[in-house]
């Protein structure tokens, strides 16, 4: 559980608020993962990061926007969310794209 | 990535064995068979992966049959805290996509 940590646990902001999600990771791995629990709904993948490098963006509004300074660090910088972005916010890591990925434990994040 | 079935949901009394199904007909020569779990709210936790052989660590064992159209997960003595959706996935790693779909709900009761 200490291989990915992700901070804070728990966010409640309002649709006008900036907020950033962090996500840290002490496996030395390459790639970095943001992925999106919904309620009832099934993960879905929102970012990759290989290398430091954006590989993906799977069709996610400008509201979030990830970076990757280095390979151990990952945020979401969050702007104008909607209610409907309320969710659990993933942060997972793998030695390449193609390895198992670990996960943290999850932001959980309200939008008011 | 290849689809799989798995029950919506299955108990197990505590210390017994807890072996749960999945159907993955359509896995492809290159596709890992991986299970993963989620304890209700918290990120999911990885178990265990095999491409054809049998495997086993310190949580479970991977049993996969020979045409690899299906496998079974078996925690060997369940505990409560193995109360969690599992969800069994494949996956070839090449287009970074691990898929969840909705997993099993194993409840571990006394």
């Known amino acids: 559980e200490t291989g990915v940590t992700q901070t804070p646990r728990h966010l409640v902001m309002g649709m006008t608020n900036k907020k950033s999600l962090k996500c840290e990771q002490h496996?030395?791995?390459?790639?970095m993962y943001w992925y999106k629990q919904s309620a009832k709904k099934p993960l879905e993948l929102m970012f990759v990061?290989?290398?430091?490098?954006?590989?993906e963006n799977n069709s996610v509004p400008s509201r979030f926007s990830p970076e990757c300074p280095n390979s151990s660090h990952l945020f979401l910088h969050l702007h104008t969310l909607q209610p409907e972005d309320s969710a659990l916010y993933l942060c997972?890591?793998?030695?390449?794209?193609?390895?198992?990925?670990?996960f943290g434990p999850g932001t959980r994040l309200t939008v008011l | 990535d290849a689809k799989t079935t798995q029950p919506t949901s299955m108990d197990c009394a505590e210390g017994r064995a807890a072996n749960l199904p999945c159907n993955h007909s359509?896995?492809?020569?290159?596709?890992?068979v991986y299970w993963y779990r989620q304890i209700h709210s918290q990120g999911p936790q990885y178990i265990i992966h095999?491409?054809?052989n049998n495997e086993t660590n310190e949580m479970a064992s991977l049993i996969i049959t020979e045409d690899r159209k299906s496998s079974t997960l078996i925690l060997p003595h369940a505990t409560l805290r193995d109360t969690a959706v599992y969800y069994c996935?494949?996956?070839?790693?090449?287009?970074?996509?691990?898929?969840f779909g909705t997993g099993t709900q194993l409840k571990v009761e006394l």
């Open positions: 095999g491409l054809k």
């Open positions: 496996l030395g791995h390459n790639a």
């Open positions: 990061y290989n290398f430091k490098e954006q590989t």
């Open positions: 996935i494949v996956f070839t790693g090449g287009g970074n996509k691990l898929t």
């Open positions: 997972a890591s793998s030695q390449v794209p193609t390895d198992t990925q670990y």
């Open positions: 359509t896995i492809s020569g290159n596709e890992y």
